[in-house]
T-cell receptor
Framework: DGGITQSPKYLFRKEGQNVTLSCEQN?????MYWYRQDPGQGLRLIYY???????QKGDIAEGYSVSREKKESFPLTVTSAQKNPTAFYLC?????????????FGQGTRLTVV | EDQVTQSPEALRLQEGESSSLNCSYT??????LFWYRQDPGKGPEFLFT???AGEEKEKERLKATLTKKESFLHITAPKPEDSATYLC??????????FGAGTTVTVRA
């Protein structure tokens, strides 16, 4: 089955630690995205990538970093510089086809600072 | 900057009681308007894409419509399994999606 796999489902981070969230897709999509979701707020874009080895900052990139070394993978690192990292993180992908612009989402990673 | 506002924030319905959700948007050069359904603790599930004013899409008890300034998601004769948060998003020239905060629908049997 084609889809987007995020891991882990739950992640706990200690103060001052960096943690990496995994996102893998087998849909052959060119574009991939990371969103953050907080209670009562819409999804906010952290980073996106339209092609391998290229990515752009979204609206709330501070304290986060990404890489896109393979088409299928777009990992997100939450660094110690992110002051309020507790949130639900969602990865998405889309085909970049102008006739089919819709994005499809993984099941999310819930990150908690302990 | 693209803006998306959804109303109401929450909607409680009796089973069979039809209603509509609103998504108002401000965007330069709309490429597409998207509706998603999200269950608690899960990722959003894609429902519809609308491209131009006057367009309509249907799926089971859901029907989405689009005007130049807003979109409506109509829920006809809802069932408890339609309970979820419904998200609206727009895409312009940039590939990023801008989301509204969502409408949480609760359908009581």
């Amino acid at each position: 089955d084609g889809g987007i796999t995020q891991s882990p489902k739950y992640l706990f981070r200690k103060e001052g630690q960096n943690v990496t969230l995994s996102c893998e897709q087998n849909l052959n999509h060119d574009a991939m995205y990371w969103y953050r979701q907080d209670p009562g707020q819409g999804l906010r874009l952290i980073y996106y990538s339209q092609i391998v080895n290229d990515f752009q900052k979204g609206d709330i990139a501070e304290g986060y970093s990404v890489s896109r070394e393979k088409k299928e993978s777009f990992p997100l690192t939450v660094t110690s510089a992110q002051k309020n990292p507790t949130a639900f993180y969602l990865c998405a992908s889309s085909p970049r086809d102008r006739g089919r612009p819709e994005a499809f989402f993984g099941q999310g990673t819930r990150l908690t600072v302990v | 900057e693209d803006q998306v506002t959804q109303s109401p924030e929450a909607l409680r319905l009796q089973e069979g009681e039809s209603s509509s959700l609103n998504c108002s948007y401000t965007v330069s050069g709309l490429r597409g308007l998207f509706w998603y359904r999200q269950d608690p603790g899960k990722g959003p599930e894609f429902l519809f894409t609308l491209y131009s004013a006057g367009e309509e899409k249907e799926k089971e008890r859901l029907k989405a419509t689009l005007t130049k300034k807003e979109s409506f998601l109509h829920i006809t004769a809802p069932k408890p399994e339609d309970s979820a948060t419904y998200l609206c998003a727009v895409q312009a020239i940039s590939p990023k999606l801008s989301f509204g905060a969502g409408t949480t629908v609760t359908v009581r049997a």
